[in-house]
């Protein structure tokens, strides 16, 4: 898995809003969106991270410009997209955790970071230590 990552393919888990999870074969030809619970079928087939709807891009767009720009906290930000309607991946209202998530998530300007939690069979999940991620700038 970490050498996977290291290559820049996925390491798993949802892509997140405004990105999809793109099926690539063995020589890195596309092969189709690879929807929410679907996965990819063969051993030599990849997943990257794509841009999805514009309309979810330009949101992340200006998540990050209220952010940066003009100074907004999470939870403002999260009560302006709730007040335009709109609603996260999982069709839920935002919450300042959610906008967080996005501003905090390297994914959203190319990078690749993988195994910050382990998690074994029957035990807690653990925090592992900057060192022992695995990256892809």
């Known amino acids: 898995q970490s ?11 949802p892509a997140g809003y405004g990105l999809r999870r793109l099926l690539v074969d063995g020589s890195g ?10 996965r990819k079928g063969l051993a030599s087939d990849r997943v990257v991270l794509v841009p999805g709807p514009e309309n979810e891009v ?15 906290t999470a939870v403002e930000i999260a009560a302006a997209l709730n007040a335009r309607g709109l609603v996260t991946e999982f069709g839920r209202p935002w919450t300042g955790e959610c906008v967080g ?3 905090a998530s390297e994914k959203y300007i190319g990078n690749s970071v993988w195994n910050r939690i382990s998690h074994r069979l029957l035990q807690n999940r653990v925090r592992n230590p900057p060192g022992a991620f695995v990256r892809a700038d």
């Open 3 to 13: 050498r996977i990552v290291k290559l820049g393919f996925s390491g798993g888990g």
């Open 29 to 38: 030809n596309p092969k189709g969106i690879l929807h929410h619970d679907e």
């Open 58 to 72: 330009s949101t992340v767009r200006w998540i990050f410009n209220q952010f940066v720009k003009r100074r907004k």
């Open 101 to 103: 998530t996005i501003l």
